[in-house]
């Protein structure tokens, strides 16, 4: 296997979010894996274009989120690779974030997956609110503004 083994920093990143959804607010949280998930994601086998956060009972999970199995892993190892994972986050927090979820047309995303100074693996979880298309156009137009704004500077 010719992979990197991801020590400190960025793992992964979910770029199609800031594009779905206008996001409001951001917590970072730590997440409930086995050995085997986090061996995995160190060799950056995590895809979390399709996470949500959800709630069950009075705690949060995330879900959609898919940890692949190391191929070189022994048959023993085990898990599914896209169970909801508990997040962990003082009670306080859960209940701010419980109390944004039941707001109308909010959700929580996962915006990116990381490992802190201390190479604890953390989740930035976003608070946003779905754009319609509309708005995705202007999220394009101002995009596309900016990089010609740049040409022109850069120009003269």
């Known amino acids: 296997m010719a992979r990197q083994i991801i020590k400190f920093g960025q793992v992964s990143e979910n770029r199609k979010a800031r594009f779905n959804y206008s996001i409001q607010d951001t ?4 997440i409930s894996l086995t050995g085997a998930e986090i061996k995995s994601i160190r060799y950056g086998l995590v ?6 956060v959800q709630k069950r009972g009075t705690d949060l999970y995330l879900a959609g989120v898919e940890i692949q ?7 023993i190892v085990n898990f599914d690779e896209r169970r909801p994972r508990q997040l962990l986050l003082h009670r306080s927090q859960i209940n701010r974030l419980i109390g944004k979820l039941q707001e109308k047309g909010a959700t929580i995303v996962p915006l990116k997956f ?10 930035l979880l976003g608070v946003g609110y779905g ?15 900016n990089k010609n704004k740049s040409r022109i500077l850069k120009g003269k």
Do not use: C, H
């Open 27 to 30: 917590i970072e949280a730590g």
């Open 47 to 52: 895809n979390i274009s399709d996470g949500f």
């Open 69 to 75: 199995k190391l191929p070189t892993a022994a048959r």
């Open 114 to 123: 990381y490992f802190n100074n201390r190479g604890k693996l953390k989740v």
């Open 131 to 145: 754009k319609r298309e509309i708005d995705k156009r202007e999220t394009i137009k101002q995009r596309e503004w």
